[in-house]
């Protein structure tokens, strides 16, 4: 009688060995070409190995959008006074100053007054602030970025989130790269970009298993921009199998258990 228990539940065993197997072989089904970036169609490009590439972009300011602004001269005490942020402290330093652009693309600048920045660049606004400056200040200099440059990463990403970029040039594998890349379960072909323009939202699905992706007019992305990275077929399969298994292979250990503890 102890020998025919054993033997059974060695058979149950050797069951529950193959359901793992069945479950692991499901989740690792799909090749390297659905995983693997950049990869170069080797049919219709045999001898390319450059790419042109879309010219940089440079972010214009919209209305509510941030500015971050620190003004600089060889009298600091001087400058101080066009610096809030640092005023109240009394002494010269770095802190920068945000302004809010209001509805009517403007922002407000001690002595300067109101100046109009919707629609340019920081590069240009920090050419037209100093001169304005030089009628207050000895030789003045201008530090601005935007600091309302943000990008959300949602879906398959190792850390998902809203991130911050105050060089004003981001592109989506530098996003990729700052959120850690995409999991293994990533939709590699299936990357969306959603971005406001004009009061609509652009959808945008990028394939980045091909070298495409450097000449798209997505891949510099945009304050505001959203990149969602889209479970793959690997995570769908993997889920699904799951559950139609477990329910089995729990069956099965219970029935083990109870033949173990009868044989015991």
Do not use: W
């Amino acid at each position: 009688m102890f020998i025919i228990k054993s033997s059974l539940v060695k058979q149950k065993m050797s069951y529950f060995s193959f359901l793992l197997f069945v479950l692991i072989s499901f989740s690792s089904c799909l090749s390297r070409k659905h995983y693997d970036y950049f990869q170069k169609d080797t049919e219709a490009r045999k001898n390319m190995d450059t790419l042109s590439m879309p010219d940089e972009f440079e972010p214009k300011i919209e209305a509510n959008d941030i500015l971050a602004i620190h003004i600089s001269s060889i009298n600091a005490e001087a400058a101080s006074f066009f610096n809030p942020a640092q005023a109240n402290a009394g002494e010269a330093g770095t802190e920068m100053t945000n302004y809010l652009v209001d509805l009517k693309g403007e922002i407000e600048i001690p002595l300067v007054g109101k100046l109009k920045v919707q629609g340019q660049s920081t590069r240009e606004v920090r050419e037209v602030l100093r001169q304005k400056l030089e009628k207050y200040l000895q030789d003045p200099s201008v530090r601005i970025y935007l600091e309302s440059f943000k990008v959300t990463l949602l879906g398959e990403i190792k850390l998902p989130g809203v991130y911050q970029v105050k060089n004003e040039k981001l592109t989506l594998t530098d996003a990729l790269g700052l959120a850690g890349d995409m999991t293994i379960f990533g939709d590699r072909k299936a990357v969306m970009v959603i971005r406001n323009v004009k009061g609509q939202k652009v959808f945008s699905t990028l394939d980045l298993t091909t070298r495409d992706i450097f000449q798209s007019d997505f891949y510099y992305l945009r304050p505001g921009d959203v990149v969602y990275v889209p479970a793959g077929k690997g995570r769908i399969a993997t889920a699904d199998t799951f559950y139609r298994i477990a329910p089995l292979v729990i069956s099965v250990l219970s029935l083990i258990a109870i033949l173990t503890i009868r044989v015991n």
